[in-house]
């Protein structure tokens, strides 16, 4: 459950085939790193500084070409959020004169693919075809990130249509609980807004809004242009200058307040350490099964301790036979799954343990699940359990980056967050040297039961039932309407 934004979406459809393994032939012992080494690409600012990235391969006659746009729906003005998320459902709705259903039979009629996603820290614009269409594809991802046309009747569909999927919020336990932990970690911090605050905010966002933002945040000096699969490079590179050397404007200054949901300032900001944990419980009457959310923010992606807590999640509750998974699953039967990661924006990260179990058992789980993070903290771990983590973790790097586009959207994560250039190949080696006190003391310094969330969605009334008598509280009750 290890969660990386912003960059999500980046190259999802590529089909680039460079598989990697981690075994080795002949008897001398090969570590996983000798074995395992990624690409890293060619770099180069054009005059007007857009930055690109080249990962160049004739292995497979494909191409990537992916545009990143550093801002996001933290870059929402005051007032407005909702603003960058209905901006990315309408750049494709028309652009430089083509309609969306034109762009979209351009796109197809080459067999190809395209997308536009936006979160909190990045806009993502891509292309994905065969090599011999790249100019082409180029062509149209510059008519979608320099000329959109925001036709009025598209903006107003799309406005429309995100209303009416922020009132289903609350059709579903899991949406609830995911979106309030969010919202209670992140308050006052620049992402306590989330891409989308209230309808009733949504609804004074404009296509006048959009066009301002996109004026704003869209500008070489601001974006990074990736490159990825079989181009000639020289020959690319002057089509390259063609479809962008245009573009003008330099990054934009910044400067994040953190503007939070202040309906939530109750359940955010408690007077003094509470002696139990607190629950926030989401009423949902009807809900026959109660969502559990657990949480705390966490260091960044950039923090010393980063590979340590890497680790130490993995032996809590990433895979199978972690230890949430062996007690609250397996032993206890209190839930059909449950897991544990990290989510990590920008300037922002959090930990979550996420479940879902009967509204009567909802206290044991929690109580049971807090004592299994307790246990990491506290040890002992068996040299045994750590070799199994790091192994896991290991021997699934190869399938994380066996396309030569994953490879170009784990560098492009990097450079998001600030990491230096051989964040590329350190995952294995710096697993591999994480020892158990490592994670004994990662743990401990960062896992402050005091300092954690507890959210249930779900039928209130039986909830506070369940929750009785487990040492947890204070029991704070919020309504759905307090979210939307």
């Known amino acids: 459950m290890r969660t990386v934004s912003p960059v999500r979406k980046i190259f999802g459809a590529t089909a680039m085939g460079l598989l990697l393994s981690l075994g080795a032939p002949g008897p001398a012992p090969v570590s996983a790193q000798e074995v395992l080494r990624l690409p890293v690409p060619e770099l180069e600012t054009l005059p007007n500084g857009l930055q690109v990235a080249w990962f160049l391969s004739d292995k497979l006659p494909v191409v990537d070409l992916a545009l990143l746009v550093k801002a996001g729906s933290r870059d929402d003005r005051p007032g407005k959020s ?16 083509m309609s969306a259903r034109e762009l979209a039979r351009a796109v197809e009629m080459l067999g190809a693919s395209r997308y536009v996603s936006a979160d909190e820290d990045t806009f993502s614009l891509g292309m994905h075809g065969l ?40 059709d579903t336990g899991e949406a609830l609980a995911s979106l309030t932990l969010r919202r209670l970690l992140t308050y006052g911090t620049p992402y306590g ?31 990074i242009l990736m490159v990825v699969g079989r181009v000639e490079k020289r020959v690319f590179r002057e089509k ?81 036979n972690s230890r949430l998974n062996g007690l609250i699953r397996d032993k206890l039967g209190l839930t059909y799954g449950i897991g544990s990661g990290f989510s990590y924006s920008k300037d922002f990260a959090s930990f979550g343990i996420s479940s879902a179990t009967r509204n009567e058992s909802v206290g044991k ?24 983590a790091k192994e896991y973790l290991i021997g699934g790097f190869p399938l994380s980056t066996a396309t030569l586009g994953a490879v170009a959207a784990r560098w492009l994560n990097g450079t998001v967050h600030g990491l230096g250039p051989g964040y590329l190949n350190e995952f294995v080696p710096r697993v591999e040297r994480v020892a158990s006190a490592d994670v004994i003391a990662a743990m401990g310094a960062n896992f402050d039961p005091r300092e954690l969330m507890v959210v249930v969605a779900g039928d209130a009334r039986e909830i506070e039932k369940g929750l009785a008598g487990h040492g947890l509280g204070p029991i704070l009750r919020l309504e759905l309407k307090e979210l939307l």
């Open 193 to 223: 807004r989330g891409g989308f605050s209230s309808a009733a905010e949504f609804a004074g966002v404009t296509r006048a809004d959009l066009i301002e933002f996109h004026r704003l945040n869209f500008t070489p000096g601001n974006a």
């Open 365 to 388: 789980l929690i109580r049971e699940s807090l004592k299994a993070l307790e246990g990491m903290k506290s040890g002992p771990i068996p040299p045994e359990e750590l070799k199994t």
């Open 240 to 320: 390259v200058l063609q479809a962008f050397g245009g573009w003008t404007g330099a990054a934009p200054a910044r400067s994040y307040s953190g503007h939070s949901d202040r309906r939530l300032r109750r359940f955010a900001l408690r007077n003094g350490k509470p002696a139990g944990t607190p629950v926030v419980v989401v009423n949902r009457p009807g809900l026959t099964q109660a969502q559990v959310r657990i949480g705390s923010r966490a260091p960044l992606f950039q923090a010393p301790e980063h590979y340590a807590l890497v680790v130490g999640n993995a032996m809590l509750g990433e895979y199978f």
């Open 82 to 97: 909702g603003t960058a998320e209905l901006l990315s459902s309408v750049l494709e709705r028309g652009a430089a004169g």
């Open 131 to 170: 090599a011999p269409d790249a100019g082409v594809l180029l062509e149209l991802l510059a008519k979608l990130a320099l000329r959109p046309d925001f036709p009025e009747a598209e903006v107003k569909r799309e406005h429309a249509r995100l209303l009416d999927r922020w009132s289903h919020l609350g």
